[in-house]
């Protein structure tokens, strides 16, 4: 097939820009309250599973309903995946952050199990269910848009400010979380203090919507999709045709979100109930860390765009597969230096996959099935290993008696996913997306496009280079 220069998709990068801060924005009031959820775990159990006389065994059933409603994830990822693929890119993300909105509203507004029994749980359950259908569009959704929307240099870079979005969620929730802590006693806390961040779902959701709803559909989707050149393909032929793909995909979300929701959603239930510190120096802690991740992300996808995504994904995977269980082994120490050091070092080993993730795993995939094959892989990959991660490391330390076994099963997921990379991942970076033309941002990166179209993921597929 002869290269058509004049399919070359050309973006602003200044509009790109834009659209990665209102997709950042919505991405953090989605993660807000999945950072307050943790942050508040304790709580949270005391006031919807007080039936339960173990205090473990309580924060043990909390984090099973924030495990369960991930059940939820997968079935978002088909439905949203589906109409991101036939109407678009922008009216998935701007549904989803209205679920969102309106299930971290009912959680502040529910009533506890003292006041209602049964029902109590119950509904919490259904919120949590509600939060885990929206994001199984909304985190795939916006990797896809941001990815469609970026030049082909930057895509990793651009991609990063998604996870930026992410960890702007959890360390607003961590500061919300802290100042509660500090300013109200422990009564007023478990008693009404709690709920106060849960109700500022309403408002920062409609920010966000505000945001999204400015948005353009992607340059790809409308060259490509739009005009009927491509064709769908059922979910039995994309396995079949794409296999190594969708593998790779799983493989590299589950050591992404095992070592995610191992820091940022397991970790201060684990600093309080095991290491005995107290939440508020646990949930600072962790807020000055997250902090330091932000730029560290940002340096990480340009790294990536320069260097090679393998390359970064390599060196995370590396680091964890040594140093995970040393890293909990400080944290045991109890002594607030080993603390902080064990968990900056977890902090700036998963800064790797934020900077390379969000560009690396839309560029595995074709246009025609990017986001359906991507929402649905990465949230049935999400609903076993990262939904569940702190249900299971709760459960290990509770079965084992060691404090050390979430840094073992850590070092286990790293150590599967340097191999899957090392011989089936071939870095994308640089390099245009799969079935599409190159993307570019400037005449010169136009003109060595149009001199260099070897260079591009197009023609590699297109002469069966796959």
Known sequence: MKFNK?????????????????????????????????????????NFFSAVENDELKLVFTFATFAIAFLMRPLGGIIFGKIGDKLGRKVVLTTTIILMAISTLLIGLLPTYEQIGIWAPILLLIARIIQGFSTGGEY?????????????NKRNVLGSGLEIGTLTGYILASIFASILFITLS??????????????????????????????EETPIFENELATGEVEEEGFRSIWKNHKKDVIVCFVAVAFFNVTNYMLLSYMPSYLDEIIGLSSTVGTLLITIIMIIMVPLA???????????????????????????????YLINLQVLLFISLGILILGVLLSTYEGTMPGSLPAMFYTDIRYRTLSVTFNVSV??????TPLLSTWLVHKTGNNLAPGFYLTVISMIGFFVILFLFRSTSGKSLKGSYPTVASKAEYLEAVENPKDSLWWQTEKGEK
Do not use: C, H
């Not at 795939?140 to 082909?152: N, T």
């Not at 090679?308 to 909990?328: D, E, H, M, Q, Y």
């Open 298 to 328: 940002f340096m990480f996808g340009r790294l990536s765009d320069k260097f090679g995504n393998k390359t970064v994904f390599l060196i995370g995977l590396g680091g964890l597969t040594l140093l995970s269980a040393f890293a909990f």
């Open 140 to 152: 795939a959704g916006a990797m896809v848009y941001i990815a469609e929307s970026s030049p082909d």
């Open 186 to 215: 422990d009564e007023q806390m478990a008693s009404w203090g709690w709920r106060i961040p849960f109700l500022l779902g309403l408002p920062l959701g409609l920010i966000g919507l505000y945001l999204r709803k400015s948005l």
């Open 383 to 388: 609903s076993i290993f990262g939904g569940t």
């Open 6 to 46: 004049k399919k070359i998709n050309v973006v602003d990068i200044q509009k790109t820009r834009k659209s990665v801060f209102a997709t950042g924005v919505g991405n953090a009031m989605e993660w807000f309250d999945f950072g307050l959820y943790s942050y508040l775990a304790v709580i949270i159990s005391q």
